[in-house]
């Protein structure tokens, strides 16, 4: 049976430098579809699709009905689908609490794991301001402000986490990626 291991956290938590790493050892990253467009040149962790697509266009209601998770935020379409994890034995997924709970509801085919990487404040800010997609072509201050704005939007987005592991994020990534991997080979 495949497994889906999501990584659940709020900004700054390393859900995308985890993913990079685990890419690299050989591990499937689901990469939600998005209409939104890239932050930056080479966003890493989506598979962009332009509105404005003639194929997209057409495609919109069946993109939607076969997602296993899908959600709408700030005017932006965000899914995922079937084929994206089916029989490559463990996929990786950066997913939000919403999107977990409409993955859990719809797939039944694969084992769901759910990972949130449990990330101080100070730490989780200090990580994003330090971003350079944050300040690149801006000054420090912008670089703060986002920041902190980011973290009083998941206060709310994050306020109740179901879970089957807790994993301390405040620690290196060597060892968040040791735990990780304790967790992913059961």
Known sequence: MDKIICLVGESGSGKTTLCKELEKEGYNIIKSYTT????YAGEYGHTFVDKDDKVY??????????SIAYTFYDNEHYWATKEQYE????????????GVAQLRESVKDAEI????????RQER??????????Y?????????NEAMSRILHDELKFNSIKCDYAVNADRNIRDILADIRRIIEG
């Open 36 to 39: 939104r467009k890239p932050r």
């Open 57 to 66: 266009s057409k495609m919109h209601d069946v993109f939607l009905n076969k």
């Open 87 to 98: 029989n490559k034995s463990v996929s990786i997924y950066v997913i939000d609490p919403y």
């Open 113 to 120: 794991i759910v990972i949130y990487l449990r990330c101080s």
């Open 125 to 134: 800010y200090n990580r994003m301001k330090n971003r350079q997609i944050f």
């Open 136 to 144: 690149e072509g801006k000054n420090r201050k912008f670089a703060m």
